[in-house]
Each structure stands twice: as structure tokens, then as C-alpha cells.
Nanobody, 122 residues
Framework: QVQLVESGGGLVQAGGSLRLDCAAS????????VGWFRQAPGKEREFVAA???????AYADSVRGRFTASRDNAKNTVYLQMVSLKPEDTAVYYC????????????????WGQGTQVTVSS
């Protein structure tokens, strides 16, 4: 099983940018699809973005055009670049991995990181 650790969260003003990193260890990472999910207080966990082993991507409508997922398999790391951040982007962000094709449902992912807090002030 692959182990995941997120980093890069923090406090930013509306309109600002952050980059989240998801570092993997334990298994070769290049065969894994990776999803990004977020959970705000009192809300259910929701899909944000995902990237396939080959670099194909999918995005939630709420973040398309503002967030970009990318990966560097040589570094066993997946990134989520977030620009034009809004207060409604405030949440704990999680990366998750699965062998096989990209999925958007959290139930399809077997390995999860611990999460990193992103707070966007207005």
C-alpha cells in the first residue's frame, strides 16, 4: 500500500495562490491515479481534482480554470496548484491514490493522506 503525506496548506487572502504537494512512499507511484478531495466544516467530503498515471486530469466545476493538478513520477509527488482562491475554498484538503484509472468518487480510493488545512480569508 502506498503512503501519502500532504503539505503546502496555509492561510491566504482571497485572490491568492497556494500549491499543495502530495508525496508518496511505499510503492512505485507511477501506476496510481491520484485524487484531491476537500472537506469543509459541517459539509461532506467533495471531489476537487484528479490526475491519472499518464497525466490526464479531471476537475470539479467549482475549481475548473483555477486549480491545476500535475505530477512528477520521478519525485513520487502530485501537486495541486490553486490560484484565484475564494473563501469558499476553505477546507481540509486530502490527496488519495488508487491503482488503475482516474475516478471522481472518494469511495474508489484506497490510500489517503492525513489532510492539510487551506484557509482563504475575505
Amino acid at each position: 500500500q502506498v503512503q501519502l503525506v500532504e503539505s503546502g496548506g496555509g492561510l491566504v487572502q482571497a485572490g491568492g495562490s497556494l500549491r499543495l504537494d502530495c508525496a508518496a512512499s511505499g510503492r512505485p507511484f507511477s501506476s496510481y491515479a491520484v485524487g484531491w478531495f476537500r472537506q469543509a466544516p459541517g459539509k461532506e467530503r467533495e471531489f476537487v481534482a484528479a490526475i491519472s498515471w499518464s497525466g490526464g486530469t479531471a476537475y470539479a466545476d467549482s475549481v475548473r480554470g483555477r486549480f491545476t493538478a500535475s505530477r512528477d513520477n520521478a519525485k513520487n509527488t502530485v501537486y495541486l496548484q490553486m490560484v484565484s482562491l475564494k473563501p469558499e475554498d476553505t477546507a481540509v484538503y486530502y490527496c488519495a491514490a488508487r491503482l488503475g484509472v482516474l475516478k471522481v468518487r472518494s469511495q474508489e480510493y484506497s490510500a489517503w493522506g492525513q489532510g492539510t488545512q487551506v484557509t482563504v480569508s475575505s
